[in-house]
């Protein structure tokens, strides 16, 4: 250890520039009133930004270019487009797609109302505006350029109306509503998992393409959830047995790569399982998406129950909580609270961890990609068919992380 | 039950005894744990014993058979044994030169992702918001796929003046090979880092002394330098160039690098590397704004704060998750089942299918992760360690 | 403090744990008696490994083939979603044999490095997916293979011009499937021509073709039949192609079953003997209706169950119904007619009969008959 440090040389010896003059006043910050101003403040500083500004500059413009051109001229979107339903739904037999459409509404129509209980309203600065303007013209085109027929379009356009309709009314009913939604996501899961296999409908065996990503992530998530609680509260039981039982699920399951559980649940699975429990192969993959989740979960909860001050514990019992009100009233409560970030940042990663699943010979999207551009007639496509499906994740994805951000400054979890 | 514990002074009943229902309850939960652990793994020996397989490891000893692309020295006719050495040999390569990778990359996109210049910051959030909502094995697909292997075949592929070469049969550069003489040379080397030590040592004391600067690590830098350089120009060229050659079918000679092994750690490192800006941004405003304003109080400029103030703390908080990311990484090396690059999985696969012994190749496989999850734990344990140290030592 | 907490979740556990035991042990034989456990106690569907397959077949419905969906001419998934191929056919046949609907089937396309966990995992009944059959796959893979339908052997698929014989491909980067024979025939034949061969090993053919297209391999090797069909399908794309003179091995590929279940055995394996046969007795899709009601041979009427003149038609004892062939040929023709329609002289592929010929024909098929 160094008893004292001489700032002047070290400094010089890492190589990081050093200014001439040290201005040991703070600059006010400031607010840029012309467009000149902004400018100069956030891409000419100084010499060395504006150099930085220009050259990178350049590059991002001749690479923006090329990547404008390869997909507006170059690219063959064929591929994508013969491919559409493949990529979506596998072979889910078409004349069954309705039970998918269904399904579509139903997520848009308590979208929408919750969206529109949950009070937001979007703010309309010219900016924003022009940037959504063309936003939407981008996915309208993309949607022209892919769709084809009129049944497709109807049905496709029918989403955002059904969601602005239940926005609307979800403002109209506002506190009211707030009830029967939380009931309506509750039940959300089951319906469509019926509507989707009950009633003559299409086994797990045919789900396919992004649907099949969709559905594994959606139940996995949905069966983690109380499963990691229970882990996280176990781990931390003073009970011996419990405890060491769950340190060892949570660290065995995090210890080991996705691959090999979902290799070890496509063939080992099926033996460990009692003889008379036939589980499909798409079943076995949503417990062992549930499984590897779960072990997460609980850290995540871990982290927040440790963050929850001894005084909330004392506090409660003294009121003369029983331990399990205290754990369910005051302490799961808060802790809980404090993870829903981490929480949906896990769950954005699972969701893109069904891709994992084209390892197996199971049809979801990434290996729809790569079936399509193996076609005879696209077989130069590669990019175009991996870039699709790259695409659809990333929306999704990138939402959910969007939505998650708004959620933490609603909630503000960062704050404490 | 466990309030009632709290309150009564008295001894209770067995049956309201809070430490007979804990010790009860505990011999509860083992027993049903094993009697559903013991279910599944009889139903698992039942179900190869039906098809007259076992749960012994003997079967590693048999000779492999199949090929594998790189690695260690290795032939089909070696051993199971061996096949899966050169799997986790190839595993460890793509992990450390990853995770090494990913770091720097991932330093560089935070900390432009705080630059002041706009261009920079806007350019480097597009890059973290498409990586990181991407999945890595789309990635993987693509970067092999769609760039490896479009790059030019191996007859017109880029070549620097016949010392180095590009194409989709991989990359190779010179690299340096000890020659005739090195062992002359180490010993020079020795000595030059003893000599380096001594000054090191002189300089601090003197600083101690005086107080005056001590350049140290210039100083130390020099002396190793200049011995080492009289050792080279003494010994007479200890190290030699191994350059690279093709043969028109791959490159022989040099440092080379394959399509898969390229493909894969492009992969990991746009990917990882977005992870890690978002830590090292994150953990960059987690040093509170009073730090840095007592900093700049003090006179220390804008480099002297980050060096001196702000990043010996934001490394303390970003050592955490960052441990989190490498073992994620490394993990996440298996993904290269999808590209053909012989890693652990990707080899224990194709013993599984070969020998049918699925279940024994799975505990090889968790064996495995789990030795190199605590290794990187624990490294990342010691890095932790100093830099607290060495933080509160301030 | 966390001692309360650890009560209910002790609780919640035991009772999970209590319910999952319960269940499994409701299900579970004794271990000590699995193997004189009576047949016929079906309730349940607890005693899979004492139940026929046949007999399970039959009480759900459909039959389950695992099946390859990347290879042209033999199983391939269209953009429409469906698999078609001479393999999809067999699978078709054996739904149409066992249940006497061809369309009572179900397909799961399964990796190459998968299929034989999958089949003892009971993922599907039986695997037609061009497998080849060898000793240790019907010993320590634990699988049944019942009758030949395809004779291949292994070949070099190269550019056109590179390449003489296997032999002249020292140095070279071969590209080859994940967890086949393939793979193992490839080192062995270098091996023994003494030369170095690197495979890049891919997960399928999906990915090979790309890699080979991109000149990331110098050859692809794999069965004769598969490689003639990529040949024919991507010539425009790849430039001429040509297949090395070297055949590495002999790769008997049929339809495989689980072992030590007889009854599902038999049943599978006739239905293939059945459609060698009536190609060799000259029963097509065509005729098939005459000919089981008014049999023009007695071996055609035994191999159709058409009824004789005291009344009852030729019952093998197969546990199947005697008339199971008519169905058969009914959905998909007889073996000639599957080769043709897939893989022969007039689809893309344009196989030659070949060792696939009759016995009659100087082939190699040669069905035992229905007596």
Known sequence: MRPRVNLQEDVDLVGLPLEDERPVEVAPARVPATPGEWIRDNLFSSVFNGVLTVVTGALALYLGYQVLRWILVTAEWAVVKANLRIYMIGRFPLEEAWRVWASVFLVAVLGGLSFGVSGHRLRWTLRKAALRA??????????????????????????????????????????????????????????????????????????????????????????????????????????????????????????????????????????????????????????????????????????????????????????????????????????????????????????????????????????????????????????????????????????????????????????? | MADAAAVEPARPPFWRNVRVLRFLGQVGFVVLTVLVLRELYLNLAFGLRRQGLDLSFDFLRQRAGFGIIEGISYSPNQSYVRALQVGLVNTLRAAAVGIVVATVFGLIMGVARLSPNWLIRKIAQVYVEVFRNTPLAVQLVFWYFAVVLTLPVIEGGFSLGDFAFLSNRGAAIPWPRAGPSFGTWGAFLLAGVALGAGVWVVRTRAFDRTGRPHHRVLLSLAVLVAVAAAGYVVSGDPVELDVPESTGRGYTGGFQMSPEYAGLLIALVMYTGAFIAEIVRGSILAVSRGQKEAAEALGLSPAQQLRFVVLPQAMRIAIPPLNSQYLNLTKNTSLAILIGYPELVFVGRTIANQAGRATQVLLVWMGAYLVLSLSISFLMNLVNRAVTRRGEGR | MARGISVKALAV???????????????????????????????????????????????????????????????????????????????????????????????????????????????????????????????????????????????????????????????????????????????????????????????????????????????????????????????????????????????????????????????????????????????TSENVDEEAANPSNPQIGNLLGAPTEEGAPFDPGLGLEPDFMVAVLQAVGNYGEIFERHVGANTPLGLERGLNALWTEGGLHYAPPFR
Request: glycine share 10%; aromatic share 8%.
């Open chain 1, 134 to 416: 063309a936003l939407a013209a981008l996915v309208v085109g993309a949607l022209v350029f892919f769709l084809d027929g009129p049944r497709i379009w109807i049905l496709t356009g029918s989403v955002p109306v059904l969601l602005a309709a239940s926005l609307k009314a979800g403002r109209a009913g506002y506190e009211r509503l707030r009830v029967p939604l939380w009931i309506g996501w509750g039940l959300a899961f089951p319906v469509v998992m019926v509507l989707l296999r009950g009633f003559g409908g299409v086994p797990p065996k045919l789900w396919g393409g992004f649907l099949l990503n969709v559905v594994v992530a959606v139940v996995a998530i949905f069966l983690s959830f109380p499963a990691g609680v229970l882990l996280a509260v176990g781990r931390r039981s003073s009970l011996r047995a419990v405890s060491s039982f769950c340190v060892g699920f949570i660290e065995l399951i995090r210890g080991v790569p996705l691959v090999t559980l979902i290799i070890a649940g496509f063939n080992l699975l099926p033996l460990m399982l009692p003889s008379g429990m036939d589980l499909a192969l798409i079943v076995r993959m949503m417990l062992i998406f549930t499984i590897f989740s779960a072990a997460y979960v609980a850290e995540i909860v871990r982290g927040g129950l440790q963050g929850i001050p001894f005084g909330q514990y004392e506090a409660a019992r003294a009121l003369g909580l029983s331990t399990t009100r205290i754990l369910a009233l005051v302490i799961l409560p808060q802790a809980l609270r404090s993870t829903i970030p981490a929480m949906i940042s896990h769950f954005i990663s699972l969701f893109k961890d069904t891709s994992l699943l084209a390892v197996l010979a199971i049809t979801e999207l990434l290996r729809a990609a790569r079936r399509a551009s193996a076609q005879l007639e696209f077989l130069g496509a590669k990019k175009e068919a991996v870039l699709a499906a790259a695409v659809l994740f990333w929306v999704v994805a990138f939402s959910m992380s969007r939505w998650s951000q708004r959620l933490e400054r609603r909630l503000g979890v960062g704050e404490r």
């Open chain 3, 13 to 283: 556990l035991a009772a999970i744990t209590l319910v999952a035991a319960a269940c499994t042990r409701d299900e579970q034989p004794d271990e000590g008696d699995q193997t004189t456990t009576e047949q016929g106690d079906t309730g349940g569907g607890g005693q899979q490994q004492q139940e026929s397959l046949l007999d399970v077949v039959r009480s759900r419905g459909t039959v389950v083939c695992g099946v390859n969906d990347t290879v042209p001419g033999f199983g391939f998934l269209t953009a429409e979603g469906s698999i078609e191929g001479f393999d999809i056919d067999f699978c078709k046949a054996i739904a149409a044999g066992v249940l006497g609907d061809p369309a009572a089937h179900e397909l799961v396309p399964v990796t190459a490095d998968e299929r034989f966990n999958s089949l003892r995992a009971g993922q599907y009944d039986v695997l037609v997916r061009n497998t080849t059959w060898t000793s240790s796959r019907d010993g320590s893979e634990g699988v049944a293979f019942t009758h030949v339908n395809f004779y291949d052997g292994q070949a070099m698929m190269v550019r056109a011009g590179e390449f003489a014989e296997v032999a002249d491909m020292d140095g070279t980067t071969v590209c080859v499937t994940a967890g086949t024979t393939t793979e193992l025939n490839l080192a062995d034949y270098a091996q023994q021509l003494g030369i170095q061969i690197d495979a890049l090993v891919l997960q399928s053919n999906d990915d090979i073709l790309p890699a080979f297209e991109a000149g990331r391999c110098d050859g692809w090797t794999s069965d004769s039949s598969q490689l003639a069909g990529l040949r024919s399908e991507f010539e425009e794309l790849l430039g001429d192609l040509e297949i090395l003179p070297d055949v590495m091995s002999k790769e008997p590929l049929g339809p495989a079953v689980l072992d030590g279940d007889s009854a599902w055995y038999d049943a599978v394996s006739w239905v293939v003997k059945g459609l060698i046969l009536a190609e060799e007795l000259g029963v």
